[in-house]
């Protein structure tokens, strides 16, 4: 067994700068994932060989030093003395019972009383230029290949639902019709991005916007300044999002993978919250 493994890690003072959690979260994240890796070893050929990497909190520790760190297979896969193939068959293995058990949830799942204040929020992700298909993944907005996610979270912060990744030329507001709607009741939030989606769900704020020939008024203006600092809440989790380095610099893996890892890191940034 490599030297570099949970049980040599998970008392270190650096465990948290590797992972972006820390040891108590990480501890929590494997005791809700035992169940589900406990089913998948239950199916694999007991004749197979073991596991590259390890057993389940080795396999987590893989997930989060990529996410937390944006480093590249091969590396990983020197710190665990095996190859690249070992460490994909291992994100492969892992991400999809981390996106079920701790990954939050496209569906919006709120309480009547988290309904009065939902606030919304796409956020884009430059990507490597594509070798087929380059318009579509072109931002007008970034002037670059990018790739667009929204999130809901609450007044508190909690993120309650994160969409699918999109192309970069998709518009924030196809992104919200293309998803589900708004709960009944509810009252949403959102910017400028989101205009015209007051025909969806008539209970939906967003800010004025001055024309050519209007200007805004005094009240209008005080109006989206209230607004813009009231929002500020899902900026602030966007934010602990990309302290995962993964969906803050360039991404590099592929494109098809991507709406698993915003997923998965929006459940750890509610768990590192506290929600």
């Avoid at 002037?143 to 309650?160: D, F, L, P, Q």
């Avoid at 989206?224 to 989790?237: D, G, Q």
Wanted: aromatic share 8%; glycine share 8%; hydrophobic share 30%.
């Amino acid at each position: 067994m490599a030297q570099f493994n949970v049980s040599s890690l998970l008392h270190k003072r650096q465990f948290r700068y590797l992972t972006g959690v820390t040891p108590e979260i990480f501890l929590q994240m494997v005791d809700r994932l035992r169940p589900s890796w406990e089913r998948l070893c239950r199916r694999k050929n007991r004749s197979g060989r073991p596991y590259g990497v390890g057993n389940l909190e080795d396999h987590l520790l893989v997930m989060l030093i990529l996410y937390r760190c944006h480093i590249t297979q091969d590396f990983l896969g020197l710190l665990y003395g095996v190859d690249k193939a070992t460490i994909c068959r291992a994100l492969r293995r892992i991400e999809p019972l981390a996106k079920r058990t701790v990954g939050v949830k496209r569906q919006i799942r709120v309480t009547e009383e988290e309904a009065q204040a939902l606030l919304i929020d796409a956020t884009e992700q430059p990507v490597q230029r594509p070798k087929h298909g380059q318009k579509r993944w072109y931002s007008g907005k970034k002037k670059r290949h990018s790739i667009k996610n929204e999130i809901i979270t609450t007044e508190a912060g909690r993120i309650v639902s994160a969409s699918p990744s999109a192309p970069g030329t998709v518009h924030d507001i196809t992104i919200r019709r293309r998803g589900p709607p708004l709960p009944k009741g509810s009252r949403g939030y959102g910017d400028s991005g989101y205009q015209g989606y007051q025909e969806d769900h008539p209970d939906f704020d967003m800010p004025y916007k001055k024309t050519k020939n209007r200007k805004l008024t005094n009240e209008e203006k005080e109006y989206n300044h209230a607004l813009s600092r009231f929002r500020v809440r899902v900026e602030h989790a966007i934010g602990r999002m990309k302290k995962f380095r993964i969906l803050a610099d360039r991404y590099r893996y592929p494109r098809s993978r991507h709406s698993v890892k915003f997923a998965v890191i929006a459940g750890i940034t509610n768990l590192l919250a506290g929600f």
